[in-house]
Each structure stands twice: as C-alpha cells, then as structure tokens.
C-alpha cells in the first residue's frame, strides 16, 4: 500500500493524503473522499435531512419579509381601492339596489302639494321603487272594487312611457332617458290610486265622481309637467306638457271611475 499511496501523491502533486481507506466508505453507501480527509465545498452544505436550527433560517431569510403566496406591501399600496376586505365597509344593501327611502319620501311629498318647487336633481333619479308600489296599489284598489285590471294598468302605463319618452326627447335639449320618465309618470299616479281607493268606499259614475276625477286629473298632469320641467330645464313648457299628460291619466282616471 505504500508504493501505491506514494504513486498516486506523486501523480496528482497534492496535499491531500490517506489517513483511512477503510472509512471512505459508510455502512449506507455514501460517497466520501478516498483520497484526503479535507472536505470539498459541496460537502460543507447541509444535507436535507440535516437538523437546522431556527436562527439559521431566520438569518439566511432576513431579506425576505413575507410567506408564501402572500406578498408583502405597504401601507400606500392599494390605497386607491374603494371597497375594504371585511362586511363592516361594505354599503348597504338598499343603497347598492339605488333604493333611497328619503328621495322616495320627497319625491312623493313633491306629488302630493302640486304647488311645491320639485328638485331637478332628485327628480332626475331613475327610481323606479316607488312607480312599481303605486302601480300595484292600483291594482290592488281597482281589484277592490271588484275589477281585474292588472294587465290595463300595466299596458296602459308602458304605452304612456313609450310615449312621453318620445314627446320629451322631441322637445327637450338636453334628453331624457326611459328611467326618468316611467320613475315621474309613475310617482304621478299617486292621486289615481286615492281615486281608485275612494270608488271602494262610494261609485263614482255621478256628478260627483266626474268632477273628482277631472280634479284628480289635473293633479296628476300639474305635478307631472312641474316635474319634467324642472328636470328637464324646460321652462315656459309646462302646458305643453301637461296636456298629453292629461290625456295619459285620463284613461286611469275611465279605467278608475268606470
């Protein structure tokens, strides 16, 4: 073994040496250097299965401060975002449908004293929530009274719509879009649907009943016509408009009464 040991040192010109051939080799087949007991680079690296301490993860690890899959930022980041991440900064429910009970209250404040200045801000909302209740309390008074006219009412107000939309657009500037007009056509029906609940008390075929319903016309088609005015900027017009206004709440106030 020593001419071999002197062959080999003298071929490489080294300063590796043998100390034990025999412990080149573990019981489990590893690879170990048979030629030097000094360790290369690679075998100073930890194995994997190699117990770690904590502090040597943590400082191998300084320069990342976040997990996995969950990346730090800052404060200002995403600050521009509108909405928060728990139910609490969530808006209500309501206000996400555009439902406002305070503009639903003022606008039919607005309906009920013709006299009253409208806000063409509000009125321009296309609020339909109120339009639909008093378009079923319609039904529901005339169905009281012993007429099924669920279908009359509603043919009869998309036609309506239909037509004011096109009339407004025609004499407007600025234009009006469908919401608008079914949400103040439909907030107008207020005094048909008193109409239509005083006919379950008393009949209205009669002097009596005619005038009412004139009367009760020519609140629906004031309040109307102050409405759109106001929304529209549309002032000096106001006739203009309440005369097919009149015509539309005309034939709720036959269908009422008749």
């Not at 191998?60 to 730090?72: D, E, K, R, V």
């Not at 009869?156 to 004499?171: F, P």
């Not at 002097?207 to 016309?217: E, F, I, P, S, Y």
Request: net charge negative; with cysteine.
């Amino acid at each position: 073994m020593s001419n071999f040991e002197q062959f080999y040192s003298d071929f490489y010109q080294s300063n590796y040496t043998i100390d034990n051939q025999e412990e080149g080799y573990s019981i489990y087949g590893s690879n170990e250097n048979l030629y030097g007991s000094e360790k290369s680079p690679l075998r100073d690296q930890p194995q994997a299965d190699t117990f770690i301490p904590s502090e040597m993860h943590l400082s191998s690890q300084s320069y990342y401060t976040g997990q996995i899959l969950q990346p730090t930022y800052s404060p200002n980041t995403l600050s521009y975002i509108g909405y928060g991440d728990s139910f609490d900064d969530e808006p209500p429910l309501l206000e996400e449908l555009g439902i406002n009970f305070d503009h639903i209250w003022q606008k039919t404040l607005t309906v009920l004293n013709p006299m009253k200045p409208a806000d063409g801000s509000i009125m321009n909302e296309t609020d339909l929530t109120g339009p639909i209740v008093f378009c079923l309390a319609l039904g529901a008074t005339l169905l009281m009274a012993g007429k099924v006219h669920f279908s009359y009412v509603y043919g009869m107000s998309a036609i309506g719509c239909l037509a004011m939309y096109t009339l407004l657009n025609l004499m407007s500037i600025t234009g009006v879009s469908h919401g608008c007009v079914a949400s103040v056509l439909g907030y107008c029906l207020l005094p048909i649907v008193i109409l239509s609940g005083s006919a379950v008390v008393f009949s209205l075929q009669g002097t009596l009943g005619t005038l009412l319903a004139l009367l009760v016309v020519g609140w629906c088609s004031l309040s109307a016509s102050k409405i759109f005015t106001s929304a529209l900027a549309m002032e000096g017009q106001q006739l203009l408009i309440a005369y097919p206004c009149a015509l539309l709440y005309g034939l709720f106030a036959l269908l009422t009464v008749f």
